[in-house]
């Protein structure tokens, strides 16, 4: 059962590994996630948790994450959940599509997406700097 006053992550990603990279990440640093494979199903767990945030993949199988995230955006229940979009896509044009669906953050999966995903968190309030204390 998640504890009181622990942030929930939605992590929609088809990657088990990649999404088991991210879980891992993500509870290190005191969060507790849920999963979704693809859109369909992240749409439906975002409904059903309301977590505090959503990190996407962009491309994912049938209902992409921007789909995913236009949806979300105008529901009233979802609208309000941040999105953090992740992609290997390095494309100017996605960036900006991504930002125009109301993601928070738009981060490349690259050598620096960890660091760039952890200080958006921080950023967001949902995780602590590494150096503040208990």
């Not at 999966?109 to 967001?124: P, Y």
Request: proline residues 4%; aromatic residues 6%; hydrophobic residues 40%.
């Amino acid at each position: 059962m998640p504890q009181k006053n622990v942030k929930t992550a939605l992590i929609v990603e088809d990657s088990p590994t990649q999404a088991m990279h991210l879980e891992q990440l993500l509870s290190m640093n005191g969060m507790n996630t849920v999963w979704a494979h693809d859109g369909e199903e992240g749409l439906h767990l975002a409904q059903m948790h309301i977590p505090d945030i959503i990190i996407s993949d962009i491309e994912l199988p049938g209902m992409n994450g921007m789909q995913m995230c236009k949806y979300l955006k105008t529901n009233r229940y979802t609208r309000a959940i941040p999105i953090i979009m992740l992609t290997h896509l390095d494309y100017r044009e996605t960036a900006k599509f991504g930002i125009k669906s109301e993601a928070i953050n738009y981060i490349p999966k690259d050598a620096f997406s960890d660091a760039v995903l952890l200080e958006t968190l921080r950023n967001q309030n949902l995780i602590r700097a590494a150096d503040e204390d208990e």
